[in-house]
């Protein structure tokens, strides 16, 4: 669907109140999930950190190729195996993105694709 995106909001707070249309020049744009690229020769399973990182460059260049740039990008769902390592992710958020991060849900999931720690999927917007 090539068209203007269109939204529909409540004009009023209330429940009962109609809706009307509000059509602007924005189309999302949904990226299939990424994860650290695998490291063959590696003695050790990178840390969560680092693949974090290596996740979000691949975004980068999955947006990039779209025409878009990171501060396209309004949320990332970030899926991992390890819960207790969220510190890391948001460790990594914070290095990657300078002023303007996008919204973040985190998942807990048993098992990724190459045994990552981490994969992350991003909805960005066309201007």
Known sequence: MNGDAVRYESDHYKATAGFGARKRDLQLVFFDAQYPQPDPTAAD?????????????RVEAAVGRSGL???DVLRTTVYTTDLDR???VESAYDAYFDDRRPAMTVVGVSELPNDAAVQIEATGVKR
């Open 86 to 88: 969220i510190d890391a």
């Open 69 to 71: 740039d990171l501060d």
């Open 45 to 57: 399973r990178p840390s969560v950190e680092s693949q974090t990182m290596n996740a979000l460059e």
